[in-house]
């Protein structure tokens, strides 16, 4: 256990070199001038020599972006998570797809999801993976069922923004005969464990990084993310002791998501 | 220069973290084996001895604290030749439970055996118990007297083997060594309670007081320090505490004959 604890020292270090990283490109980000925004002068050339309907819309929009240029130039907010050209019917489509490494849901996991709400902060992700017979008595498939809060995102550069914090809860599912949710009638009394084996529920943190395609693209974005995550018996188990330490009971997993629809940074 | 610093940041964070495929995948980090390796030290420190003493701890399921604290206690005696452990070392047979209890266990100064109890079959226990520590049912020599050791959790196994296992007995009842005038006998749980059953109970009693001077059962399970005889034949069956009453059983056999003691700590 000694080993655990020892283990895990580099982890506060790591959050807070990612964190740190993050801020001081974004204001370095800040620095840059914006090629996508004209400048002012551009713009208020530009109305004379134009026919006498574009200079009726330019008259509606120019003074309020003659103000807005002149006094500070626009910037795009740092976090600009937004759904373009998704609606309708195409809201039924999943907006991204993930792959995960451990994490408890087996040693492999792929699954489908969508983001939603202010900012794209929520995500509900659906997950079947695999626990080969190389890791178990036999080999086990899971299913899970994952709910991601991702508050905030931190745009570094044009092709790169980071999620300092990411957590949530997940519901995973395992196959096999061995696992019961309700104990089997053998057992004398309906509580003579009183827990279920094949449902696990996980809470998790952790951070991302996100880099951007080309715009046109299907593949909006690719995101690479850890988690540490702890189970509900380990929990409860380490609120009944003060020598398991939350190293011991804290698990390491990675994946990739892969932004198909919805998102634009 | 802080892209680098970073990156071998997050190397070494990854490189040391522990990973989870799943609670109750079977890939057993550590030391395995323990109860082959543990009976031959036991054997070879005992032999031709016509003492020993040896402490019964049971029931540590979730109760790390205490199962360290007893640790501590047994360190602090000189007098013991080895500790047995009575069965349930997990509580939900995950993984991880058993290696936190054989880390535990394995600050011992004396050698340990561990039993198979019924929350250790639970899911894929059975399983990770075989890896840890070996066989269900085993027998060892500790100087005079022949300690046997066999699986009773008849209801986990749902006459998947045979529990009790008699041809197990009858083996021990013809291989034993000879010379050894005394035999305990210890399991987890004792006949006639719902692990067991009643079914054999009387045939088990007959099978065991086969064995060659019988001095006392030993079993946990029940949570709370009884001494009882069960079949009213004078086969006294020493009923361990769990480890959360903070408390052990001491015994020592030697040529007059053998006495328990119930040592709280």
Redesign the interface.
């Known amino acids: ?1 000694s080993a ?1 604890v020892f ?2 020292r ?2 506060p ?2 959050c807070a ?2 964190f740190s ?1 993050a801020v ?1 490109a974004a204001q370095e980000s800040r620095v840059l001038p914006d090629p996508v925004v004209p400048s002012s002068s551009v713009q208020e050339s530009s109305v004379p020599s134009s026919s006498v309907q574009e200079s009726s819309v330019s008259d509606f929009f120019a003074p309020a972006t003659a103000v807005r240029l002149s006094s500070v130039p626009e910037r795009r907010p740092l976090d600009s998570r937004e759904h373009r050209g998704y609606t309708s019917w195409k809201r039924l489509l999943p907006t991204h797809v993930k792959a995960q ?7 492999l996991s792929v699954g489908y999801g969508w983001d939603y709400g202010r900012k794209c902060r929520w995500e509900t992700d659906l997950m079947f993976g695999v ?1 080969p017979k190389s ?3 036999r080999t ?1 498939l ?1 299913f899970t069922l994952k709910q991601n809060y991702i508050p905030w995102s931190i745009r570094c550069r044009d092709w790169l923004s980071v999620e300092p914090f990411s957590c949530g809860a997940y519901l ?1 599912l ?1 196959s096999g005969e ?2 019961w949710i309700r104990e089997p009638d ?3 009394g309906d509580r003579y ?1 009183d ?1 279920t ?1 094949r449902i ?1 529920f996980h809470l998790y943190a952790g951070q991302r990084v996100t880099f951007r395609t080309k715009r046109e693209s299907l593949l909006r974005h690719i995101t690479l993310y ?1 988690e540490f ?1 702890a ?1 509900d ?2 929990l ?2 380490k609120f ?5 330490s939350f190293t ?2 804290v ?4 994946g990739i998501k892969f932004q198909l629809f919805g998102m634009s940074l | 220069m802080k892209r680098p610093v970073l990156f071998l940041l997050t190397l070494l964070a990854v490189s040391s973290c522990q990973v989870d495929y799943h609670p109750y995948d079977t890939r057993v980090r550590g030391e395995c084996g323990i109860n082959a390796k543990n009976m031959a030290r036991i054997e070879a420190a005992t032999a031709g001895r016509t003492s020993v003493r040896f402490a019964v701890i049971s029931d540590t399921q979730r109760w790390y604290d205490e199962t360290a604290a007893a640790v501590s206690v047994l360190n602090g005696r000189g007098d013991l030749d080895f500790v047995l452990h009575a069965g349930d070392m997990a509580d939900f047979g995950m993984k991880a439970e058993f290696e936190r209890q054989r880390d535990i266990l394995n600050r011992l100064r004396v050698p340990y055996v561990v039993l198979l109890g019924n929350h250790d079959c639970l899911a894929t226990g059975e399983e990770i118990f075989h890896r840890i520590f070996g066989d269900f049912n085993f027998a060892f020599t500790a100087g005079c007297v022949r300690i046997v050791c066999l699986n009773t959790n008849a209801l986990e196994f749902d006459l998947r083997e045979p529990v009790p296992d008699f041809g197990f007995i009858e083996s021990e009842l013809t291989t034993r060594p000879a010379g050894i005038p005394k035999t305990v006998v210890a399991m987890h749980a004792k006949p006639c309670t719902e692990q067991f059953g009643t079914n054999v109970a009387k045939v088990f009693q007959l099978a065991i007081t086969q064995f060659p001077g019988l001095q006392c059962c030993i079993n946990g399970h029940g949570h709370n320090f009884k001494v009882e005889d069960v079949f009213g034949d004078g086969v006294l069956y020493y009923e361990c505490d769990n480890i959360a009453k903070r408390s052990y059983l001491l015994f020592t056999i030697d040529e007059t004959g053998y006495e328990c003691e119930r040592i709280p700590f």
């Open positions: 256990m655990n283990r895990f580099r982890l270090l790591l070199g990612m990283a001081s490494y451990a994490g408890g849901m087996g040693f626990l890791c178990s008595d086990h899971t995973n395992i061995d696992f053998r057992y004398p464990y827990f084996s696990r850890y995550s189970n018996l380990d409860v188990a009944g002791n003060r020598t398991l011991d009971i698990y390491f997993s990675v």
